[in-house]
C-alpha cells in the first residue's frame, strides 16, 4: 500500500483529534468553570464527561456490529462515516450556545450528541483501516494514524491561542465542524473499499449481539491488550483533562517562557499541548515503523517509562518552563504509544470476520476511562483542593491526580509483557 494512501485513509484521523483535543484541553473545561465556578469545576467536568463516554460506550460496539453487516455501493464503513460527520457537526453547535450555568442538562444532551454521532462514524472507520491495510504494513500504517494524531492534535492544541481571532469559543466549535467534514471528505472520496466477505454474517439480533460482544475476551492476549489501553488512557487522560486547571491553579500567571508572558491559562495549556505535540510528532512515525521490526511490546514499555517520569517530576515542581520541557518528555512517550496502540490490537484481534465489533469493543478502553476517571478524579480535585490548604498542603488535589496517574501509567506498562501473541 503506497505511503500516500496510508495518509490519505488516515486524514480523518486528524480532523478527529483536532476535534477531541480542542474540546477536551482546552473547550470543555474553560465551559465547565463557567458553569460550575472554581469550586465545582472538577465535578461539574467529570459529570459532562461521565454522560458522554456512557453513550461512547454503548454506540461504538453497536456502530462496528451494525457496519460489519451493510452491504451498499458505498462500501461497509463509509456511509456510517459520513452520517456521524454530519451529525457531529450539528451536535457542535448545541456546545457553541449552552454553557450557560442554567443550561447545564442540555449542554450534557448536546455532548452526548457529539459523542453519538461521532461513534456512529469512528467505530466502523477504526475497521476501515485493517480492512484495506495489508497486515505486513500494519505498523506503518499505524505510524502513519499516529503522525496524523499528533498533528491534530496539534491543531486543536492551539485552539487557547486562536479563541481571540477566530470568534470565540463559538467560533472554535465552527471551525472544528468545518474540519470534521473536510477529513471526512477526503477519506471517503480517496479510499476504495473491498469486497465484504463472501459469507455474510447472521442478521443483527440485540440478544445474541449482546453475548458476542464479550467473545473477544475469550482472548487472553485480546483481553489483556484492552485492560493495558484502558490503564494508559486512563493516566493520559487525567494529565490531559486537567492540565489547565493544574496550570491555572498550582503554576500561576503570569506564564512566562522565552521571552513570552501569558496571563491565562488557555492560552498557557496550548503551548503546553504544542511542547508534547513537538515529542510526539517526532516519535509517532518512527515507532511505528520499528515496531514492524523489532516488535511493539518494546515501544510501549519506552512510552510508558517516559509518561511516567513526567507525572513523577509534575509531583514535586511547578514551574511553567520545566512543564514545557516536560510536555516534550510526555510527548515522546504519547506518540510512541499512539503510533503502535493500533497495530497491537490489530496483531491479535481473534476474529477476522468481526472486526469493526471487536474494534468497537477495544475503543472501549478510550471511553471507559472517561466514565470511571472523569468523576473519580474531578472529585479528589474539589476534595483535595479544599480540604488540603487546611493541613498546609495548598495543592493536595492535584497530588493525589498525578499520584493516580503515575500508576496507572506503572500498571499499563508492566503489563503489557503478559501479551503473548504480539512481540
Known amino acids: 500500500m503506497s505511503t500516500r ?36 469545576k472538577g465535578r461539574t467536568l467529570g459529570l459532562v464527561l461521565l454522560a458522554g463516554a456512557l453513550v461512547s460506550m454503548l454506540v461504538a460496539p453497536i456502530a462496528g456490529a451494525l457496519s460489519d453487516r451493510l452491504r451498499s455501493r ?17 451536535a457542535l453547535l448545541g456546545l457553541a450556545y449552552l454553557a450557560k450555568p442554567q443550561m447545564l442538562g442540555l449542554y450534557i444532551l448536546a455532548f452526548m450528541a457529539v459523542e453519538f454521532f461521532n461513534n456512529i462514524a469512528t467505530a466502523p472507520y477504526s475497521a476501515l483501516i485493517p ?40 467560533g472554535a466549535y465552527w ?30 439480533a440485540w440478544r445474541p449481539f449482546l453475548r458476542s460482544l464479550l467473545d473477544p475476551f475469550k482472548s487472553r492476549d485480546f483481553t489483556w491488550v484492552f485492560w493495558t489501553r484502558f490503564l494508559m488512557v486512563m493516566g493520559t487522560f487525567i494529565v490531559q483533562e486537567f492540565l489547565i486547571y493544574y496550570l491555572d491553579d498550582v503554576v500561576g ?50 512510552s510508558g517509562a517516559l509518561q511516567a517520569v513526567v507525572v513523577t517530576v509534575f509531583l514535586f515542581a511547578h514551574s511553567y518552563p520545566l512543564a514545557i520541557a516536560m510536555g516534550v518528555v510526555f510527548g515522546l512517550g504519547y506518540g510512541a504509544y499512539i503510533s503502535v496502540d493500533w497495530a497491537l490490537a490489530t496483531d491479535v484481534l481473534p476474529s477476522m470476520d468481526d472486526y ?42 492535584y497530588t493525589l491526580l498525578f499520584s493516580l496517574a503515575l500508576l496507572f501509567f506503572i500498571l499499563g506498562t508492566v503489563f503489557v509483557s503478559r501479551i503473548k501473541r504480539a512481540r
Open 5 to 40: 494512501r496510508q495518509a490519505l485513509l488516515s486524514a480523518y484521523w486528524f480532523a478527529v483529534s483536532a476535534h477531541w483535543t480542542a474540546i477536551l484541553v482546552v473547550l470543555l473545561p474553560a465551559q465547565a468553570q463557567q458553569m460550575g465556578g472554581d469550586a465545582f
Open 74 to 90: 458505498l462500501g461497509r464503513r463509509r456511509p456510517f462515516l459520513i452520517i456521524g460527520t454530519l451529525g457531529n457537526m450539528i
Open 131 to 170: 480492512d484495506v491495510v495489508p497486515a505486513g504494513q500494519r505498523g506503518s500504517a499505524s505510524g502513519w494514524m499516529g503522525l496524523m494524531t499528533m498533528l491534530g492534535n496539534f491543531l486543536g492544541g492551539i485552539m487557547g491561542l486562536l479563541l481571540g481571532s477566530i470568534g470565540g469559543i463559538a
Open 175 to 204: 471551525l472544528l465542524a468545518a474540519i470534521l467534514l473536510i477529513g471526512m471528505l477526503i477519506t471517503v472520496f480517496s479510499t476504495e473499499e473491498p469486497p465484504p466477505p463472501p459469507l455474510p454474517l447472521p442478521p443483527f
Open 253 to 302: 500567571a503570569p506564564f512566562r517562557i522565552f521571552g513570552l508572558s501569558m496571563n491565562e491559562a488557555a492560552e498557557a495549556v496550548s503551548l503546553a499541548i504544542l511542547a508534547l505535540l513537538i515529542g510526539a510528532i517526532i516519535s509517532s512515525l518512527v515507532a511505528g515503523v520499528v515496531s514492524d521490526r523489532f516488535g511493539r511490546k518494546k515501544i510501549v514499555y519506552f
Open 356 to 397: 469493526a465489533r471487536d474494534m468497537g469493543v477495544w475503543h472501549v478502553a478510550l471511553t471507559l476511562p472517561q466514565v470511571i476517571g472523569a468523576p473519580i478524579a474531578g472529585v479528589l480535585l474539589d476534595l483535595g483542593q479544599a480540604y488540603g490548604p487546611g493541613v498546609g498542603l495548598p495543592t493536595l488535589g
